[in-house]
C-alpha cells in the first residue's frame, strides 16, 4: 500500500487482491444501486489487470475503490495493450467513496492515480470513459473537473433502476491514431 496522508486523514491506497476483492463487492454494494455479477469481481483478478483497479482505507476501513478495464475498439474487455492496435480505451467500470468520506479527495486521488498510470503504462489508449446515470449531477461535476466531457446519451441503459438513461462521459488522453 501507499500512504498518502490528507489533512487529519490519512489515507492508505493499494491493488485490489484476492484477499480484499470480497471487500469491494461489499463496498460496491453500499455506494451504488446496481448489483455486480460475481464475474465482474473474478475478472478483476485476471493475470494483467492488477493495477487497473484501486482501493482506499481508512483506519483500515475500505473507504473507495476504483475498478477499471482496457477495451478494444470493439468494446471487448482486454488484458493487454498492443502499442500498434488502434481505438485502445479505459473503461471506468467503478468508481465510488462511501457517502462520509465524500469530499475529502479520496475519489480525486484515486481517479489521479489512473490518470497518471495512463500517462505512464498505457500511453497509445485513445481515451478513458465511463457511463454515468443521468441524474447523478455530482458525479458529471467530479470528472468534468478532470475534463471528462459528456459525449452521448444512451436511453434506457439501466434496467432496474431510474432513470434508466445514463451519459458517456469521456477524455481524450491521446489523439485518435489514424486508422
Known amino acids: 500500500r501507499i500512504s498518502t496522508s490528507m489533512p487529519h486523514l490519512p489515507v492508505e491506497y493499494g491493488n485490489v487482491t484476492p ?7 461489499v463496498l460496491n454494494q453500499h455506494i451504488f444501486p446496481i448489483v455486480y455479477a460475481d464475474k465482474f469481481y473474478s475478472d478483476l483478478l485476471l493475470p494483467g489487470k492488477g493495477d487497473l483497479s484501486r482501493f482506499a482505507y481508512y483506519n483500515d476501513v475500505l473507504v473507495g475503490a476504483l475498478c477499471c478495464r482496457l477495451e478494444n475498439e470493439k468494446g471487448e474487455d482486454i488484458a493487454v495493450v498492443d502499442p500498434s492496435s488502434k ?3 479505459m473503461y471506468i467500470m467503478t468508481l465510488g467513496v462511501l457517502a462520509p468520506y ?8 484515486l481517479l489521479q492515480h489512473l490518470l497518471d498510470l495512463v ?4 500511453p497509445h489508449l485513445e481515451d478513458i470513459y465511463l457511463h454515468v446515470q443521468t441524474s447523478n449531477k455530482l458525479a458529471l461535476d467530479f470528472y468534468a473537473k478532470f475534463g471528462f466531457q459528456n459525449i452521448a446519451t444512451i436511453p434506457d441503459y439501466y434496467k432496474r433502476i431510474d432513470p434508466p438513461d445514463c451519459y458517456i462521459v469521456s477524455k481524450k488522453v491521446r489523439p485518435a491514431i489514424e486508422k
Open 19 to 25: 484477499k480484499n476483492v470480497g471487500q469491494v463487492r
Open 87 to 89: 481505438g485502445t480505451r
Open 102 to 109: 465524500r469530499e475529502l479527495g479520496i475519489g480525486s486521488q
Open 119 to 122: 500517462a505512464k503504462k498505457y
